[in-house]
């Protein structure tokens, strides 16, 4: 069983930046995909971005593409978020995720999230 938890969310202003981090309680999350998604007030859940195990694979949606950079360290555990030239509409919950297979097309383990809200 891994456990996620995230931080790094807050309030920002548009065009600001934030970094969001996803630490796991396994050392097994080295080996797994990794997501990041998102939830705004009313829609539903939305993909972000997804790293290989190794981190050498990288994708993400088309609307955070250019803004948004997905990392890892397999030293710390950990994935991040680096989320740039935020914007009003990137307000949500972000939600970490873990997947065992590559692309993902599942993921078992799931954050609990935390809030991204930006003031325009």
């Known amino acids: 069983q891994v456990q996620l938890v995230e931080s790094g969310g807050g309030l920002v202003q548009a065009g600001g930046s934030l970094r969001l981090s996803c630490a796991a309680s396994e050392r097994t999350f080295s080996s797994y995909a990794a997501g990041w998604f998102r939830q705004a007030p009313g829609k539903e859940r939305e993909f972000v971005a997804a790293?290989?195990?190794?981190?050498?694979?990288?994708y993400y949606a088309d609307s955070v593409k250019g803004r948004f950079t997905i990392s890892r360290d397999k030293s710390k555990n950990t994935v991040y978020l680096q989320m740039n030239s935020l914007k009003p509409e990137d307000t949500a919950v972000y939600y970490c995720?873990?997947?065992?297979?590559?692309?993902?097309?599942?993921?078992?383990?799931w954050g609990q999230g935390t809030q991204v809200t930006v003031s325009s």
């Open positions: 995720a873990a997947s065992r297979s590559w692309p993902p097309y599942k993921y078992e383990y």
């Open positions: 790293i290989s195990g190794s981190g050498g694979s990288t």
